[in-house]
Nanobody, 125 residues
Framework: QVQLVESGGGLVQAGGSLRLSCAVS????????MGWFRQDPGKEREFVAA????????YYTDSVKGRFTISRDNAKSTVYLQMNSLKPEDTAVYYC??????????????????WGQGTQVTVSS
């Protein structure tokens, strides 16, 4: 059983920062590409960022480039999302996800095998 637990969400003023963490159970974390997605009520879940198994390659949706940084610590089986210069439109529930397949990093929801329960990020103006 693979479990993902997000933490670090909260309320922040526009322009502020938050750091999300996702702890992954199991002993094969280094074999997972990891992604962050977000979703607000009434909206579709959207891709935010992804990182490959080693951490040497990352990819971001255009709206967060230059503001968000995805990283991972394989020794801690944890993936992070550092969010700077937050905007009200970043408000959403943020989910981490794991892709167990050996392939290039992907932004497609259906490519991810395991999902966390999400953590709320609210950015006030």
């Amino acid at each position: 059983q693979v479990q993902l637990v997000e933490s670090g969400g909260g309320l922040v003023q526009a322009g502020g920062s938050l750091r999300l963490s996702c702890a992954v159970s199991g002993r094969t974390f280094s074999n997972y590409a990891m992604g962050w997605f977000r979703q607000d009520p009434g909206k579709e879940r959207e891709f935010v960022a992804a990182i490959n198994q080693s951490g040497g390659s990352t990819y971001y949706t255009d709206s967060v480039k230059g503001r968000f940084t995805i990283s991972r610590d394989n020794a801690k089986s944890t993936v992070y999302l550092q969010m700077n210069s937050l905007k009200p439109e970043d408000t959403a529930v943020y989910y981490c996800a794991a892709d167990s397949a050996w392939r290039g990093i992907t932004s497609r929801i259906y490519d991810y095998d395991y999902w966390g329960q999400g953590t709320q990020v609210t950015v006030s103006s």
